[in-house]
């Protein structure tokens, strides 16, 4: 009986062990470090980590980078959010539509990106936008336009690298949206279609409205990627250039494990924690008001 | 669907529109698809053109003499024999998490124990925590134990999902209790019953699993980026990225490489499509 009464802890235990030591115990290591002064000789001996209370906050504040890191993710998200959620939308739509042979084989080729390694995407659109031997640029020289600076230019620069987040990013929402699409009864189509509902009318008025949980989810799931928006600025211009594509995640790497503040940069996560929390409380909240209508 | 079954019938005209509209429905998703999948074939055929060809300008849409001495260079000049051995590795030692999810999941689901309602809620509270957050204490703590430039390391603090082990214990749960009765009055011990009953019972979300485990160790990039300051330890992803800032000027070897980490991937997806949709829907209903 004895053993028994150990079995589900032993069997639970290395999971949850992990789970907490590299999901749970770093963020409480992160609000201690965030309070400390703990750079790269701290990491040798810790008796060089002074308690500095919130100056690291305070610096945050104070800090011009940290404030156009937060205003470029800011653009990434109002621009990234909408582009994704009413592409994978559409493309569901459509794909959801025509229900052929032909159409189900089309599928895989926007499913497809989503599994790819940034990494390497990073190389190929690298490719694709570089000024010399571009493709894009290319492609403008036919039409008689000039060449673009595609990833060194600070302007066009966020959106090209936005532009491969929106590629990788509507692949698994368009996977959610057909989910949520094959659940709607075919009844309700079928009634408004004897009551002479055209298609446009049936799609925004029944489709769109019977799919507001998947479209609310995909919205706010997206908007959390976003705020953490990472991979693409830096692995295809490090953030740069002249920190136009600086995001917060790239930012807190950058001032952890570039210059080595790793108080500076933990005060920077929390924040970033923060803001994603309070995001995921107002979803939690909206998700209630939904439901009791 | 808009196209039900039971359509009212339509005066002709008005079917002759549909089937337009159905048309044009296609074409627009069959170039949205070429669109889409263009940037994948400009890597295949940019990885086959001798390196002159890639940078030339205008390009070429096909190589015209396709050759395969990108890729021999990447296995023989460049280190990514080492790198491929690397994510293998990364890969198999995930393997390892895919079963302590699966344990953890069976747990969950089918035993009573003290402090078991704070514990799941523990691994879900996971699900909410930013990788930037846990990104440098992550980081303190593999290096106190040691474990920073090991493969290990690596591997460690991605090994298990606290959604994987929601999606073990959902499944799990309605595996009947009376077959683990059953095997439990014929003298069956707790850990055989779990892994000759219950595990070959679970193969869908194991197969869902195995799959998203797959990809997510051979794509990660971040763990191993951080982890890893000695070249010999790079997976496939960190080699690239060092590739990136070596041979900007030579595509066909970057664009050979992207394929090499790239093509695992699609094959793992063109085969087993189904348990990726699967897997993903399910990780959009978490």
Redesign the interface.
Known sequence: MR???L???L??????V??????????L??AV?SLTDMNISG?ADFSRVNFVGGANYAALVEDPDFWKAIANTGLFVVVGVPAVVVLSLS?AL???????R??RG?R?????????????????????Y?T??G?FN?LLSLVGLEQVQWLSDPTLAKFSVALVAI?RGTG??I??FL?A?QG?P?EY??AA??D?AG?WR??RSI?IPLLGFAIF??TV?TL?GWL?F??EPF?LTDGGPLGATTS??VF??KE??RLNQ?GY??AG??V??AV??LV?LAQLKLRGTDADR | ????????VRPAREKGA?RA??LM??V???V???V??F??F??LS?SLKPQRE??????TVLPSQPTFEHYVRLFTELNFTRYLMNSVGVVLISVV?LF??A??G???AK???KG?QP?FF??L??L??????????????L?SLGLTNTLLGIA?????S?FG?FLFRQFMSTIPTETLEAARLDGAG??RI?CQIVLPLSKPVLAVQAVLTF?TA??S??WPL?VASDQKLYT???G??L??QQLAVN?SL??A???V??GP??I???VF?RH??QG??M???K
């Open positions: 053993r028994s009464l079995t589900p802890y069997m639970a235990g290395p999971a949850v992990l789970l907490v030591a590299f999901g749970v115990f770093p963020v290591v992160a470090v990491l493309v459509l794909l959801h539509r025509s229900d052929g032909l159409a089309l895989s080729f926007y499913f497809v990106p989503a599994v790819t390694g940034i990494v390497a995407i990073s190389l190929v659109w690298g490719y694709l570089n010399q031997f493709l290319y590629w698994l929402n996977i959610i989910a699409l709607i075919d189509l079928e279609q004897l002479g298609e049936i799609t489709v989810f995909v799931t959390i953490q990472f991979d692995v917060m995640s807190l790497y952890g494990f790793f940069s933990s996560s929390i970033l924690f994603i929390a995921t | 669907m808009p196209t039900g079954r039971a359509r009212p549909q509209l159905s429905v296609v627009a998703l069959t949205g698809a070429g889409t999948a940037p994948l400009w890597m940019g890639s940078i030339s300008f205008p390009p998490g302590l999810m344990m953890a069976y747990a969950f035993f009573e124990f078991k514990l523990l691994v509270a996971t909410m925590v930013p990788v930037q957050v846990t990104m440098i204490p992550t980081y303190l703590i290096n460690l603090p991605t090994l298990v606290g082990v707790e850990f779990a990809i051979w794509n990039f971040l951080i496939l992803s960190v690239l990225a590739l990136n595509p970057q664009m490489a992207a394929c980490m790239v991937v699609l793992m997806f063109v499509q990726i949709v993903f829907t990780s959009g209903l």
